[in-house]
C-alpha cells in the first residue's frame, strides 16, 4: 500500500503563485508516473501535470508555461509550481502515483483557491 499526502494549498490572489507537495511512503522511483490531478465544482478531475519515468513532463495547454511538476528522489515528494495563478484555476489538487496495471494510487487532495 502506498500513501500520498499533499500539502501547500490554500488562499491566494489572481497573478500569485502556490507550491504543493506531494509525499509518497514509497520511494518514488519505482512509479511508472506521477502526476497531479485537479476537480473544480461540478466538473471532471483533469490531468495538471504528469512526469513519467521521472524524466518526461507533460502538461495540458491550460496550465502549460505556469505550472511546473518536479521531483526530489531523496525526499520521495514530488512537486508542483504553480505560477500566474487564476481564478479558474481554483479546485481540489490531488496527486498520483502509478506503478503499472491496476496500482494506482491518490493522496486525499489539497484546496487551492485563487481569488479574482
Known amino acids: 500500500q502506498v500513501q500520498l499526502v499533499e500539502s501547500g494549498g490554500g488562499l491566494v490572489q489572481a497573478g500569485g503563485s502556490l507550491r504543493l507537495s506531494c509525499a509518497s511512503s514509497r520511494s518514488i522511483s519505482s512509479f511508472a508516473s506521477m502526476g497531479w490531478y485537479r476537480q473544480a465544482p461540478g466538473k471532471q478531475r483533469e490531468l495538471v501535470a504528469k512526469i513519467i519515468s521521472g524524466v518526461t513532463a507533460n502538461y495540458p495547454e491550460s496550465v502549460k508555461g505556469r505550472f511546473t511538476i518536479s521531483r526530489d528522489n531523496a525526499k520521495n515528494t514530488v512537486y508542483l509550481q504553480m505560477n500566474s495563478l487564476k481564478p479558474e484555476d481554483t479546485a481540489v489538487y490531488y496527486c498520483?502515483?502509478?506503478?503499472?496495471?491496476?496500482?494506482?494510487?491518490w493522496g486525499q487532495g489539497t484546496q487551492v483557491t485563487v481569488s479574482s
Open positions: 498520483n502515483a502509478f506503478l503499472g496495471g491496476t496500482d494506482d494510487y
